[in-house]
């Protein structure tokens, strides 16, 4: 679901804003889509309610990349036991102007797939911002 739609009370608006942050400090060119996602009702029924999407776009393509854009999904899941949500993954993926060229999965191998893949010093700065995100959800709960 787009990120400015689960902003909806101070605490998720503050750590999507630190997400953000965290993406930027990584990567100081891109810039931030709080609704990646058309709101027509096709688009709709593929968004997962329990995701914070945010898209980041550069200048444009990037060699480092093999991208322009890139999609990030946090996936959520509620606790039962104490009501909390709670991180179970991060997805990313890389577009450019023929589709989606890669894409990284924290819920599987943590590996890159696709066409194409980023450089290696770019694939570990996103990893590393992954890994700052479940940090970020799952630790100050």
Not at 6 to 20: F, H, L, R, S
Not at 47 to 64: A, E, L, M, T
Not at 82 to 89: E, K, L, N, Q, S
């Amino acid at each position: 679901m787009n990120a400015a739609e689960q902003a909806t009370n101070i605490e998720y608006a503050t750590k999507i804003a630190a997400v953000v942050n965290l993406f930027k400090s990584e990567f100081p060119d891109a810039k931030v889509d709080l609704k990646p996602w058309v709101n027509d009702p096709d688009t709709r029924e593929l968004v997962d309610p329990d995701s914070i999407d945010i898209g980041f776009h550069f200048p444009g393509w990037s060699k480092r990349f093999q991208s322009r854009s890139i999609l990030v999904q946090i996936r959520f899941y509620e606790d039962p036991l104490d009501a909390a949500h709670r991180v179970i993954g991060v997805e990313a993926a890389g577009f450019d102007h023929r589709g989606k060229q890669w894409r990284l999965s924290t819920v599987e191998q943590w590996r890159f797939e696709g066409a194409s893949q980023p450089i290696a010093e770019v694939g570990e700065k996103l990893k590393h911002f992954c890994r700052q995100v479940f940090e970020l959800f799952n630790n100050s709960n």
